[in-house]
């Protein structure tokens, strides 16, 4: 049994009647989270709305105005997925959503072709292909594909399409002597005659269940962007067909456009451009990061030789890390000095550390991780870890000074 979207590739719209609507749910990935829709399970006496097979995904499209979101293969049946039910004997006019399936056609028919031609040319067979939503891939039982190779199949593929020849579907019963000639990787268990054929003529003939172009001028257009490792002992060779050709060039420009207004050069020169900004980034960074390590240095010292210094010294620097903390704890005696750091955003997060008598940084440290929803350790005098908020800094500022003069009267 075939359906009408098999019969003729190319019929948007399809008057049928509903034959049975159970309740259903449909598990969807949005946005990375699984979430499971309720809604209704249609199935129609016959339908133009594809469902997935032979790599290429199912369609979308109407029935009357209810949008289906998914079609499945039930048996011989097509399940359509619907949000709203649907009265069984009820006449409804069906659409397709003509964009995205005529895209899925132009890709399948596209990677028949290059499939037949990457065999016949270099003897590279086809084991698997994926038809992605933004590039499609075959994968190639070989190694290597060289860039020699990839260039004559490209030039080879739009060869075929200028020449216009007609793509014509089959049926196939098991007598036929033409079955010997049909490539295919092999018959599945649960198939039923007549098999379907999608003849590319002269070119090749190959079972499958998708929708297809009726002539190879349909496709426009082939691009082979280039190859990539596949998995062992494969390459996955990377095609756009079609609209999808279109589409990318005009990515392309704008992409093209929005750099040469950044980077002030033509195109040709962006690779340059990116490289020498890049680098020049680098030393920047490195710069920043000496200037940071004397600062500290200087920090510290100003603080050593202030006569007026107390036993409490705390601050927060923006751009500071780990290593800006540590620099202007080493250098001050944190034995009769309790030091105070935080770096990172004034009211997010951050990082901080508390050095001083190894007792007073015991006490204080859970009181720190409260104040600023923090996490962190300690020992030997010194208690750091990642601040979640610095909002409360001051609160802990206050605090600690406070503490600090109990203990000094305390000494005392
Ligand atoms: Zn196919």
């Known amino acids: 049994m075939a359906f009408q979207c098999q019969r003729d590739c190319y019929m948007k719209e399809f008057v049928t009647t509903v034959a049975s609507c159970c309740p259903a749910e449909l598990k969807q990935e949005i946005g990375g989270k699984k979430e499971s829709v309720s809604g209704f399970t249609v199935k129609l ?3 133009i709305l594809f469902p997935e097979g032979g790599g290429q995904p199912d369609d979308h499209g109407l029935i009357t105005d209810i949008p289906v979101l998914r079609v499945t293969r039930q048996g011989q049946d097509a399940a359509h997925f619907v949000a709203s039910p649907l009265e069984v004997g009820q006449e409804v006019r069906v659409k397709v959503d003509w964009e995205r399936r005529f895209d899925h056609m132009q890709q399948h028919s596209g990677q028949h072709l290059i499939t037949a031609l990457a065999e016949s040319m270099f003897g590279h ?16 039982d070989t190694p290597v594909v060289k860039a020699a190779q990839v ?31 049909v490539r295919s990787r092999g018959l599945p268990d649960d198939h039923a005659w007549p098999i379907r054929i999608v003849d590319i003529e002269g070119v090749d003939a190959n079972m499958c269940c998708g929708t297809h172009v009726s002539n190879l001028s349909h496709l426009q257009v082939i691009k082979l962007l280039g190859t990539e490792k596949g998995k062992k002992n494969k390459t996955n060779l990377i095609f756009l067909a079609g609209n999808r050709v279109l589409k990318y060039a005009e990515k392309s420009y704008s992409t093209e456009r929005s750099l040469v207004a950044l980077l002030k ?3 040709d020169e962006h690779v340059e451009a990116v490289d020498k900004l890049q680098k020049s980034m680098k030393l920047v960074q490195k710069t920043n990061l000496n200037l940071l390590r004397d600062m500290a240095l200087l920090i510290a010292h100003n603080f050593k030789n202030d006569p007026r210094r107390g036993n409490f010294f705390s601050l927060h620097r923006k751009e500071g890390d780990h290593e800006f903390m540590n620099i202007i704890v080493n250098e001050i005696n944190t034995q009769e000095t309790l030091v105070f750091l935080t770096v990172g955003e004034e009211k997010g997060p951050g ?11 015991t006490q204080l440290g859970p009181r720190l991780l409260q104040l600023l929803q923090g996490k962190g350790a300690g020992k030997n005098g010194r208690f750091q870890g990642k601040a979640n908020s610095l909002a409360r800094r001051g609160e802990v500022e206050a605090f600690l000074q406070q503490r600090c003069n109990q203990f000094n009267l305390q000494e005392e």
């Open 45 to 47: 006496q016959d339908t």
């Open 125 to 140: 067979m086809t084991t698997s292909w994926e038809l992605g939503r933004q590039r499609s891939t075959i994968e190639l």
């Open 151 to 181: 260039q004559a199949l490209e030039e080879a593929v739009n060869e075929k399409i200028r020449a216009h020849i007609p793509v014509n579907v089959k049926l196939l019963y098991n007598d036929s002597p033409e079955l010997e000639k």
């Open 265 to 267: 050069t033509g195109p």
């Open 351 to 361: 990082l901080f550390l508390l050095a001083g008598p190894s007792e007073q940084v």
